[in-house]
T-cell receptor, first 115, second 110 residues
Framework: ETGVTQSPTHLIKTRGQQVTLRCSSQ?????VSWYQQALGQGPQFIFQ???????GRGNFPPRFSGLQFPNYSSELNVNALELDDSALYLC??????????????FGPGTRLLVL | AQRVTQPEKLLSVFKGAPVELKCNYS??????LFWYVQYSRQRLQLLLR??SRESIKGFTADLNKGETSFHLKKPFAQEEDSAMYYC????????????FGEGTQLTVNP
């Protein structure tokens, strides 16, 4: 069984640029959640995708957007990057999303630095 | 609004001593509580969850709805327990999104 993978592991962008982060969910999982973890903070929920549709969103502006593909992999896109977007971005997959009880399995994260 | 509070950012104990990592929450409804752990240079992973009522690596956590707490305990800490610990909450009202606390860095000294 393959775990959650994310790419790239880290990258550097400049303010105003756009970035796409990728996530491959664990085998058999149809739900993907994205979290932002700033330095010294706990992860904060960005949004979740269930069977290719957005299924909940946290308190993040519209320039944070996402996609889920038929194979349940996912992308997180961030437009007009700001310095405060510098963080570790975590992807987590789970078997299904129709309750609050499914365990989420996390990827290693992508560390984004915005200069 | 749902919220998780971990009052201690840092906690240091000696090997063999008991350890308790505190977690308090606020949530309207019946929450599901989790403890996640992140060892050095490893990914975030589930340690235990309220609904399972298991003891994992000697750790236990009891949900106290009256005090809205879910403290993590271990009677005898080991050096390999040194890690960052996050308490998290989810519930039916919020789908399966996890709300995390800010984490407690546990150091177990030899």
């Amino acid at each position: 069984e393959t775990g959650v993978t994310q790419s790239p592991t880290h990258l550097i962008k400049t303010r105003g640029q756009q970035v796409t982060l990728r996530c491959s969910s664990q085998s058999g999982h149809n739900t993907v959640s994205w979290y932002q973890q700033a330095l010294g903070q706990g992860p904060q929920f960005i949004f979740q995708y269930y069977r290719e549709e957005e299924n909940g969103r946290g308190n993040f502006p519209p320039r944070f957007s996402g996609l889920q593909f038929p194979n349940y992999s996912s992308e997180l896109n961030v437009n007009a990057l700001e310095l405060d977007d510098s963080a570790l971005y975590l992807c987590a997959s789970s078997p299904n999303s129709r309750g609050g009880e499914e365990t989420q399995y996390f990827g290693p994260g992508t560390r984004l630095l915005v200069l | 609004a749902q919220r998780v509070t971990q009052p201690e950012k840092l906690l240091s104990v000696f090997k063999g001593a008991p350890v308790e990592l505190k977690c308090n929450y606020s949530y309207s409804g019946s929450p599901e509580l989790f403890w996640y752990v992140q060892y050095s240079r490893q990914r975030l992973q589930l340690l235990l969850r309220h609904i399972s009522r298991e003891s994992i690596k000697g750790f236990t956590a009891d949900l106290n709805k009256g005090e809205t707490s879910f403290h993590l305990k271990k009677p005898f800490a080991q050096e390999e327990d040194s890690a960052m610990y996050y308490c998290a909450l989810s519930g039916l009202a919020s789908g399966s999104r996890l709300t995390f606390g800010e984490g407690t860095q546990l150091t177990v000294n030899p």
